[in-house]
């Protein structure tokens, strides 16, 4: 009897149908019982089969649920990890597709949390390599991919520690931006004092200095600034070596025209350039003000005075040596004119000197001059107030000569204050003397050399004028005694003899051969002194002469005033 296989998993009445069926077909076929064990077995076999694979395919996709998830939860400690988040998750209770459902959207979440993440970490490594090759100035634009982003460490802490970076880099760009604009300021301002071509010295730079229209942004680099630098120092000393230039050139413009005189209205064409002689390089900002082609104007004009500075020289030497007499006249100084210009002439004629140095010479000849007569200038002072006194004291002599002195004459009472003014200033004449001659010491003491007036001794002419005065002082005193003397004679013949008739002269004459309508005119130094020692001899030679004879009758005074 064939063994009948009853499946385990196929429903149980679809299997016993159709073995019933298959007993059926076989009972009609007259199959054996050994043939229908045998298909029975390799039935029973195929089934088996078939229920060995659909479990091993089972057991498969438990393994690939277990694998996923242990996965997804490995996956999930990594996203945590490199995004520094602490996320607590443990599995839960329940079948495998449960335990994944729940796992599925901390995962999903997780990714697009990362996801962000690289997103900033990436464009602020963009930033930064754009900033640094900015700075590098390598040339080469940054591509899109070249940042790489290392996703092990996608933490808040290393992406604030890059936007800190950025932050830095930003803030260099912004400072060596400001001083790129700075130095093309600067470049800009030296450029228009020297018309030079700006766009063009820049442009060598680096092109983007110029136009960054085209969305270029300027270079600032550390070759830019570097070269900035160094045409901004190449520029400053190009300015400083113009300024000297023109300074120079300024300077002899100025002495040009101070030697021929040159008339103010041509010297102000050239303001803008003899104004720089007192400049300084940081002081000069007026545009075109060092340009090459002024330069070049200023140096045809120093050529052009240049040669016409040897015929005006002659002309200014013989200048200076009339300035210069005139000042040894002024202060009565030892000079011989003529000897000097003799020699002026000779050195000119001859051509060896140079006519300038000569200038300059006599320039300090003008010079040491000036400091003579003003060392001299005191004691001149005091010589003109003596000699005043001394013709004051001439004129009060014969004033006091003059019987009709008092008369209703025309001028009588400005002689009158005359002679009152005259008496005073007669009698400072001994302190003038002594401080002058104190004065006069003095300076030779400090000079070491004699105080020369109109070539004499101006100590030895006070010396001789003070003996002569202090003669005549005692001449006058004599003259007085002798007049006492006669008075007293006459007195006595009148009381022996009575009284005689007196003779008056007629009214105006004058004993003295002078008149006294006007005042004596001013003379030189010497006069006083040439005119008291002549007066000396004349009055020595007289007094044998001057003995009164015994039947003298003297003339009656009109005033006692006069015997003073």
């Known amino acids: ?89 443990s599995r839960c209770k329940g079948t495998l597709k449960q335990q994944i459902s729940a796992v599925i959207p901390v995962l999903e979440d997780l990714r697009l949390k990362k996801q962000g993440r690289m997103k900033d970490f990436f464009e602020t490594q963009l930033q930064i390599a754009g900033i640094c090759t900015e700075i590098a100035g390598t040339g080469h634009s940054i591509k899109p991919t070249d940042p790489k982003v290392n996703e092990q460490d996608l933490t808040l802490k290393r992406l604030e520690e890059l936007k800190a970076r950025l932050k830095e880099l930003q803030n260099e760009k912004s400072l060596r931006l400001q001083k790129v604009i700075s130095n093309i300021s600067t470049i800009h301002d030296l450029s228009v004092v020297m018309s030079i071509d700006f766009f063009e010295t820049v442009n060598d730079v680096h092109p983007s200095l110029i136009d960054s229209a085209n969305g270029q942004s300027k270079s600032i680099s550390n070759d830019t600034l570097a070269r900035l630098t160094g045409v901004i120092h190449s520029l400053k000393q190009d300015k400083q070596q113009r300024l000297q230039k023109l300074q120079v050139l300024g300077r002899m413009l100025i002495e ?141 002599d014969e004033y006091e000569k003059d019987e009709n002195r008092y008369s209703a004459g025309r001028g009588a009472h400005k002689n009158l204050k005359r002679a009152e003014k005259a008496r005073i200033l007669v009698c400072k004449i001994p302190s003038i003397l002594e401080n002058l001659t104190a004065k006069v010491k003095a300076w030779e003491l400090e000079k070491g050399i004699p105080f020369l007036y109109d070539k004499a001794s101006l100590l030895k002419t ?62 030189r130094l010497a006069t006083p002194c040439l005119h008291a020692i002549s007066s000396g001899k004349e009055r020595r030679e007289s007094k044998v002469l001057n003995v009164t004879p015994i039947n003298y009758v003297a003339l009656p005074k009109n005033d006692s005033a006069s015997r003073g």
């Open 1 to 89: 009897m064939a063994t009948v296989f009853s499946p385990v998993s196929p429903s149980r009445t679809t299997c016993g149908s159709l073995l019933q069926e298959l007993q059926k077909i076989w009972d009609e076929i007259g199959e054996a019982d050994n043939e229908r064990d045998k298909m029975l077995q390799q039935l029973e076999e195929e089934c088996l089969d078939i229920y060995r694979r659909k479990v091993e395919m089972t057991r498969k996709y438990k393994a690939d649920l277990c694998q996923s998830l242990d996965y997804a939860e490995n996956e999930i400690s990594g996203l945590a990890s490199s995004l520094g988040d602490s996320v607590s998750f």
């Open 256 to 396: 040009l025209w101070n030697l021929m005189d040159t008339p103010i209205e041509e010297q102000g064409k050239w303001d803008r350039i003899t104004t720089l002689s007192s400049c300084s390089v940081n002081e000069v900002s007026r545009q075109g003000s060092l340009a090459l082609e002024v330069i070049e104007q200023t140096e045809v004009e120093v050529v052009r005075l240049n040669a016409l500075k040897a015929g005006k020289l002659k002309e200014l030497v013989f200048k200076r040596q009339n300035e210069l007499e005139e000042i040894y006249r002024g202060c009565h100084m030892d000079e011989d004119s003529d000897a000097a210009r003799q020699i002026l002439i000779g050195l000119i004629e001859s051509g060896n000197v140079d006519l300038s140095d000569l200038l300059s010479s006599m320039d300090d000849q003008i010079r040491k001059a000036k400091e003579q007569a003003l060392s001299r200038k005191e004691i001149l002072d005091k010589v003109e107030k003596w000699k005043c006194a001394s013709e004051e004291e001439k004129w009060l």
């Open 462 to 523: 006070l010396e001789e004028y003070a003996v002569l005065r202090q003669e005549r002082e005692e001449e006058k005193r004599r003259s007085r005694e002798q007049k006492r003397q006669q008075e007293q004679f006459v007195a006595e013949q009148e009381a022996r003899y009575g009284s005689r008739p007196t003779v008056k002269k007629p009214l105006g004459q004058s004993a003295s051969a002078n008149t006294m309508a006007g005042t004596p005119i001013g003379l």
